[in-house]
Structures are given as structure tokens and as C-alpha cells.
């Protein structure tokens, strides 16, 4: 019996979608091949967004997903949201054991949040062949859960074939990696991650044959810009949208997401936008230039110098009227006009040629609220919103190495950050250098710690005590920020976690 392991990137609710996808991969097969999915791969994930949607629980039902010649398995749901199987008339299920041509597969659904606490308390039949287990687990740097799989098959000295969901859905991303995991341990078949893979074993007689596959491994920075890439070309896949414009101010964010975003939607569906004031530097205007030159992606160049100007003329008379300032060099209304006619401009340009904006947003900005509402921060997707700016230098090294040549100019990587709102602005007259900034941010969400536990030998204990006190009351900010794409254990938006990040508010 030969076993294909389709590890499906699926839309949410989507059904029919869905169903044509699996029928069409299946659709050559004979009595003796099986196709194994994903959990979910009708309605995909996360379904709980969807699932109190008038009729979704009987489109569910009423939907027939069958191969009048192979045989299919699947997760689906019945009314009170519990996951079942589903199968072909030729195979029976009996207390999570489904047979499949007197083959006993052990396919058990995961019933605790803790997957790891799931896999220690299965009890697994002597009379199963190998066992199937159909996830949807999203990905966040550091999450492996590899060696335990290793370690379970060899504990229960059964073959283990994991079935992970791939693919993004707004700005949930899901890890893929599927496995199949041999009695002894040995991964013979591993998928990639977050994209649609696919792969087969032959199961005959106790003995398996498995179809041979390059196993590629990547560095943790890798696996951020493929994580990210892969949530822009879903977004556009899954909105429709295949065209994105970017704001270029020549400097690393922005050439990060541009990278990313020619990667996943193709440079020729990119515009770039480079908006200089009085305040830009030729040399951010040239960096800007070239980085599009290297991508291969088109660009404008509008001066917002006027359109600033015309703002503050217009604001002028009224604010003559108010009582002054106590401190005019602390007042951000010209910076703030100028980032949100830049707004302005992105998104007049992205409607006139039916595209999309993608946002260049970090995390260490948006936890310092150090961002613009309604200028830097307009926009459909944010791909390294939960990557903090000391790590997009790491990643976007990466990307230079990986291509083999410098897309992101040199000059990109050395410059020192700044909005250029303002003369000789630099990013360190707001903010603690970004290194120190970033440990403390680190420490405070991923690690959890209250403040007076942290520690950053180049900071004071009243510089780390604000970057908390900022942290908390830019959550106004991040509340209406586009999607960030999720990366880490702790990251803002709607993935905002009270249980993994507990001692923020």
C-alpha cells in the first residue's frame, strides 16, 4: 500500500477550494495508494475565527470529499466543534484506529493544548502499524518539536508519520515540517517548512520504503525571512490582491520587506515609493534607488516637501490661536504630518493600481510605539513586524548570502537608523541604541520577566523601567497596526497572549 503524505496549504472556509485541491492531487491514484492530510485541510486554520458563521457546521457535513478509486483520510467537525475522521467506503475506523487494507493506523486527535503533554499520555494499541497524527501547529522561532516525535516513536517502537498544516492566514503562520519518523528513530521524510510538500512511503508486510528527499536545514534567520515571505505570498494568494506598493526610504525595514515581498509575490509585482523631504539624504535616496535597481522592482520618486507645507499652511491660522507650547522642540506635529502624507501617497498609489501596501514596521518600533498612526503604520501586512530591528540586520545578511550578492546595499547595513523627520534626526535620540533596546524587549516579553528582574549592563535601571512604562502605553498604537506576520512566542495583535506574555500589563 503506498501512502502520500499532502501536506496542503488550504484557505480558511474555503471548502470547495480545498476539496479541488485534494481531489486533484489525488485524482490519478488507484485502490492502492492512501492520501493523508493535515488536520483540517476542508476548512483549514485557525477555524475558530469562522466556525460561528451561520451554516458552517452543515456546509461541513454536506460536503462529500471522495476518490471513487483511492482512499482519503481526513480531520473534520461535528456540531460541538470535536474533530472525527472521515474516509472512503473502503476503510473502517474503530476507537481512532483506521484500517486501510488490514493496515492498522493508530490516528488519535490531539485533545490537549500541550502537545507534548498529548504525546506522553497516549496509549498507543500493539495491534497498530504506524501511527498518524494530524496537526496544525503554528510556527514561532524556537518551536521544534522534532525530538520529541523522534523520542516518542522510539519509546512506543512504532513508525510516526506527523502531518502538520503549512501555509499563512492573515498573520497566523503554520510550520509545516511533516514528517514520517521510523520506528528507530531515523526522520526518513521530512517536508518543508510553511510551504505545500508532499511525499510518499510504501508500507508492505511491516516493512516501509520511502520515497528519497533532500532534507534541507536552515538557519533560525532563514527561517524568518521564508516564514515571512511565505505570509505575504498567502495574503495575496488568498485576498486576491497580487500587486503590492512599498514605501523606500533607504533604509533596513524597508528593504528587508522589499526583499521579502519580491521573493514571495515576484519582483515585477512590486512598486516602490520613495517619498524625500528637505529632511532625506541623497545618500537614503540613492540606497532607495539602488536596493529597487537590485530587486528589479519598479519605482517613483515623490518629493512630499510641498504637500508637508501645505499641511502647516493650512494648520496655521488655527494653531496661531492656541495657547503656546511650554516646549515647541518636543511637539511631533510636523514629523507626524509629514509620515502620514507619506501614508497618504502609499495608499492613493496602491488604489490606483489596484495593489495592496505592505507595511516596514519593526518590533522594537511598534513596543516603543516609536511609529506614526495612520502614516508609517497604513498598510495591509506587516512581514517582520515581530522581528526586532537588531535581528533584520541578521536576516537580511542572510538574504544577501542566500542570493549570493549584494541586493541590500552595504551601505544599508552600516548607516545609522533614522526617520529624517527632523535635522540630523537618528533613531538613538528617541530610543536606546537598538542592541540594548531589543535585549531588554527580549527579556520582557519572550522571557517573561517583570522589569526589576532585568538586567542590560548599558542601560540604567530608570532607562529599562521606561522602556516598559513605553512599551505599555503604546498599546494603543499596536491595537490598530496591520497584521503582523507571527514569528515569535510573544508577538503584538491579535496573537497578543496574556498567558505567554502575563507580566506585561
Known sequence: MRFYMFQANGRLGDIQSNSQKI??????????????????????????EIAYIGGFFERIHTHNLKNEKSPILFQTLNNNAEFIWNFSDNVTENNQIITVQN????????????????????IIPDSVHFIYLATAHAFYEGLDYTDKLIAFAQKHKKPVVYLNACGATDGTLYAGNSMLILQDGTIAIKLNPFSEDSAYFDFDNNTINYQHKKQQTYSADA????????????????TGISKAVIGLSGGMDSALVAAISSEAIGSENI?????????NSQESMDDAILLAKNLGISYYILPITDIARCFESVLAPSFSSLSPLKNPDLDTTPENIQARTRGNLLTAFANRIGAMVISTGNKSEAAMGYCTLY?????AIEPIADIYKSRAYAVATWF???KGKEIIPHNVFIKAPTAELKPNQKDEDSLPPYPYLDAVLYQLLELGKNPEE????????????????????????????????????????????????????
Open 23 to 48: 481531489q486533484n492531487f489525488c485524482k490519478n491514484f488507484s485502490e492502492n495508494d492512501c492520501t493523508l492530510l493535515p488536520s483540517l485541510p476542508l476548512i483549514h486554520h485557525p477555524y475558530q
Open 103 to 122: 493496515i492498522h493506523i493508530f490516528a488519535p486527535h490531539q485533545n490537549k493544548e500541550d502537545f507534548s503533554t498529548f504525546l506522553e499520555e497516549l
Open 223 to 238: 527561517l524568518l525571512f521564508l516564514g515571512a515571505k511565505q505570509a505575504v505570498q498567502d495574503y495575496a494568494q488568498k
Open 271 to 279: 512598486t516602490g515609493i520613495i517619498m524625500p523631504s528637505q529632511y
Open 375 to 379: 502614516g508609517d503604520t497604513v498598510g
Open 400 to 402: 544577501n548570502e542566500y
Open 454 to 505: 532585568i538586567t542590560e549592563p548599558h542601560l540604567t535601571q530608570d532607562e529599562i523601567t521606561l522602556i516598559y512604562k513605553r512599551l505599555k502605553t503604546s498599546e494603543f498604537k499596536r491595537k490598530q497596526c496591520p497584521f503582523a506576520v507571527v514569528l515569535s512566542s510573544c508577538p503584538f495583535g491579535k496573537k497578543w497572549s496574556p498567558s505567554s506574555c502575563a507580566k506585561i500589563f
